[in-house]
């Protein structure tokens, strides 16, 4: 028998990293309903057609697809043997695969947006913390499941909801003293750029390319350019937009030279300026405009978000925008919406990097009492009852033992009381109580117990 394995680009969690990653969770959701957002969860998989076409050509290619049930019936053999050369051919065909594993949390929530659409109170606040199935290359921060922590608000065109979207990720990342810089652009100032270079038709191909500068250089960006039909004047004024430096106040004023009057432009600065107009910043956060920011997907439309952990080797660990028209592609037009995304493996990774993960994080069971015969573990068990009652973790050690071998039991996992109730405590109605952080202990009666203070 062979060994067993995981697919790869997935893993398994123990209870250190389970802790960890429910600390993220937990401050993030806090911060969400600080917010006034409301949560909502969707199926880990959706019908093929609600989520092709959405994310790019490039995104389609690492949807996971799922095989139909009952592909091995006879009757369907022919059938299915064609089908599956339409596969291998790159086609879609519904003899094969009707659904897929969700790719991100954004297009789940407009089609669940387009079908109950009536019944939502506008402006309708949600965030979604769940995880998604990307068919990508693993590697260092990028796993093929992964968890996405998303908070949206649609029905609203009003740029109040991105200052408010950029202040619970100031919140958040203060909270967990990850310091990071909050990149915003926008949209329409990357329209303008392909306005004036080329026409409208090109922006996909423009941020396509301008997504990748971080990863392969402004050289193969421009190569990138020339092979999509840019002529060699639309490629410098593509370089000058990249290279363009300084405060935000003097980027502002060099990208208001590049496109002049471009009425997208204007618009885009317009909205870039509101949001750098708000005190969002915080010792560990502070948000700057980055015209290198693209965001590859295709239905950004207005301000887009990345946010990058500072003084840490890791790529994205948040990202979002507004997409004023989602749940159009849903037959629900003209809908606004805005959203953002935390990467929560990766802030998972720069959390450990830079040991800011509280010591408390990692307690579990709080208080082992020891096993030291049969009256004596059902006097134990009836206390630890009570402490459970009140909220303080307990076991009691599963069987009579050496005592060496229950303290070091409570050792590996980092319990740090243990409660002793032997022969002569339980005659005399107490227990001794040690701490085996300090390495000291005492003996109390058994009806204060449940007032010691485990801390």
Request: glycine residues 10%; neutral net charge.
């Amino acid at each position: 028998m062979s060994k067993p394995g995981l697919p790869q680009g997935t893993r398994d969690f123990s209870a250190t990293i389970v802790r960890k990653r429910n600390y993220i969770f937990n401050t993030i959701r806090s911060v969400f309903e600080l917010y006034g957002f409301q949560p909502l969860e969707t199926p880990a998989m959706e019908n093929l057609d609600t989520l092709m076409g959405k994310y790019g050509e490039e995104g389609d290619k690492l949807i996971f697809k799922i095989l139909n049930n009952g592909l091995d019936n006879p009757e369907k053999q022919e059938q299915t043997k064609e089908a599956f050369e339409k596969i291998l051919a790159g086609k879609n065909t519904k003899a094969i695969t009707e659904r897929a594993l969700r790719y991100d949390l954004t297009i789940p929530f407009a089609r669940y947006v387009a079908m109950n659409y009536g019944q939502l109170t506008l402006p309708f606040k949600r965030y979604q913390i769940q995880p998604v199935w990307r068919a990508d290359r693993p590697q260092k921060g990028r796993y093929r499941e992964f968890y996405q922590c998303d908070a949206d608000v649609v029905g609203s065109k009003s740029l109040l909801n991105e200052v408010e979207l950029a202040g619970i990720y100031s919140s958040v990342f203060e909270q967990l003293k990850v310091p990071v810089a909050i990149h915003i652009n926008s949209r329409k100032i990357l329209a303008a750029l392909a306005e004036i270079c080329g026409g409208a038709e090109k922006v996909t191909d423009i941020t396509l390319a301008i997504d990748k500068l971080d990863k392969m250089g402004i050289d193969k960006v421009k190569e990138e350019l020339n092979k999509k039909g840019l002529t060699a004047e639309q490629v410098q004024t593509i370089e000058k937009y990249l290279s363009i430096e300084g405060s935000d106040t003097e980027k502002l004023a060099a990208l208001k030279v590049l496109l002049g009057n471009n009425a997208n432009g204007q618009k885009g600065m317009e909205e870039i300026g509101y949001l750098l107009n708000y005190p969002l910043q915080t010792p560990n956060s502070r948000l700057q405009t980055d015209f290198t920011l693209a965001r590859g997907l295709n239905y950004y439309t207005g301000i887009i978000f990345e946010v990058k952990a500072i003084g840490v080797q890791m790529g994205s660990i948040g990202g979002g925008g507004r997409y004023d028209d989602l749940t159009g592609l849903f037959g629900v037009p003209g809908v606004p919406g805005v959203g953002i995304s935390f990467g929560v493996d990766r802030i998972y990774d720069v959390m450990e990097e830079l040991q800011v993960f509280p010591e408390d994080v990692q307690l579990g069971t709080q208080v082992l009492f020891f096993h030291l015969g049969e009256a004596e573990s059902n006097a134990a068990f009836s206390l630890m009852q009570q402490l459970r009652s009140k909220g303080i973790r307990s076991e009691l050690f599963h069987e009579q033992t050496k005592f060496d071998k229950q303290f070091k039991y409570a050792d590996k996992k980092q319990i740090p009381y243990i409660v002793i109730l032997g022969s002569e405590e339980l005659a005399a109605g107490t227990c001794v109580v040690k701490d085996l952080r300090k390495g000291d202990q005492q003996t109390i009666v058994q009806s204060a117990l449940q007032h010691f203070p485990f801390y």
